[in-house]
Antibody, heavy 117, light 110 residues
Framework: QVQLVESGGGVVQPGGSLRLSCEASGFNFRGFALHWVRRAPGKGLEWVAVVFYDGNEKNYADSVKGRFTIFRNNSRNTVHLQMDNMRVDDTAVYYC??????????WGQGTRVTVSS | QSALTQPASVSGSPGQSITISCTGTSSDIGNYNLVSWYQHYPGNAPQLIIFESSRRPSGVSNRFSGSKSGNTASLTISGLLIEDEADYFCCSYAGSSTWIFGGGTKLTVL
C-alpha cells in the first residue's frame, strides 16, 4: 500500500535551517509529483512546494520562495524540503503528499517544525 | 494569493445534513474544475474525500458530496455521524503549478 513517512522536524531558531525528508513506498515513485503542505497551529492547510517527476521542474508558494528548496531522489524514493532562513511563521506540521491529477491522494502523518528563539 | 474562503465553523446534529462553502476567484475555482476536499483530524494525515469538484474516491462514503458553481464550491455531508467531527479543507488548482487551500472549517456534531 502507498505510504509516505516524513522525518526531520524539530526546533530551530529564527534564521536557522532544517531539512525535512519524506520516504515513499508502495507505488511507482518517479511517476508522481510530490508536494509539501503545512498546517500552522490554529491555521489552515497551506501548499508549500511541488517537485515533478525527474526533479527538474518544481514550484513554490510565494511565502517560501527563495528560502525553501524541494528536491527528490528517485533512486531512494525520497523527497526533501531544505528550509533556510526560517521564520517564526514557518512553525507548522509539514506533510508530504502525492499528487494524482492535480489532487493530493495520499498524505503522510506529518512532521512538526517549531521556529523559536 | 489569499486563501479560499470557508466558514470557520459549522455544526449539526447526528442524522442531519450540513454544507460547507468554499469561495475563490475566477483565477482558481472559477477557472478550473479541480476543487478537492480533505477531511483532517489534527494529528493524523489529511484524507481526500472529494476531487474534481464532485467525484468521490473509492472507499469514501456516499454521504459526502461536492458541487461547484462559478467561483464557489460546496461540500455536503448528509446523515451526520459523530465521527464526521473534524476539520474540512477545500483546495483548488490555481494554474502555473500552484495550489491554494481554504482556511478550513471545523465541523462539530452536537
Amino acid at each position: 500500500q502507498v505510504q509516505l513517512v516524513e522525518s526531520g522536524g524539530g526546533v530551530v531558531q529564527p534564521g536557522g535551517s532544517l531539512r525535512l525528508s519524506c520516504e515513499a513506498s508502495g507505488f511507482n515513485f518517479r511517476g508522481f509529483a510530490l508536494h509539501w503542505v503545512r498546517r500552522a497551529p490554529g491555521k489552515g492547510l497551506e501548499w508549500v512546494a511541488v517537485v515533478f517527476y525527474d526533479g527538474n521542474e518544481k514550484n513554490y508558494a510565494d511565502s517560501v520562495k527563495g528560502r525553501f528548496t524541494i528536491f527528490r531522489n528517485n533512486s531512494r524514493n525520497t523527497v526533501h524540503l531544505q528550509m533556510d532562513n526560517m521564520r517564526v511563521d514557518d512553525t507548522a506540521v509539514y506533510y508530504c503528499a502525492r499528487q494524482e491529477s492535480r489532487r493530493f491522494d495520499y498524505w503522510g502523518q506529518g512532521t512538526r517544525v517549531t521556529v523559536s528563539s | 494569493q489569499s486563501a479560499l474562503t470557508q466558514p470557520a465553523s459549522v455544526s449539526g446534529s447526528p442524522g442531519q445534513s450540513i454544507t460547507i462553502s468554499c469561495t475563490g476567484t475566477s483565477s482558481d475555482i472559477g477557472n478550473y474544475n479541480l476543487v478537492s476536499w480533505y477531511q483532517h483530524y489534527p494529528g493524523n494525515a489529511p484524507q481526500l474525500i472529494i476531487f474534481e469538484s464532485s467525484r468521490r474516491p473509492s472507499g469514501v462514503s456516499n454521504r459526502f458530496s461536492g458541487s461547484k458553481s462559478g467561483n464557489t464550491a460546496s461540500l455536503t455531508i448528509s446523515g451526520l455521524l459523530i465521527e464526521d467531527e473534524a476539520d474540512y479543507f477545500c483546495c483548488s488548482y490555481a494554474g502555473s503549478s500552484t495550489w491554494i487551500f481554504g482556511g478550513g472549517t471545523k465541523l462539530t456534531v452536537l
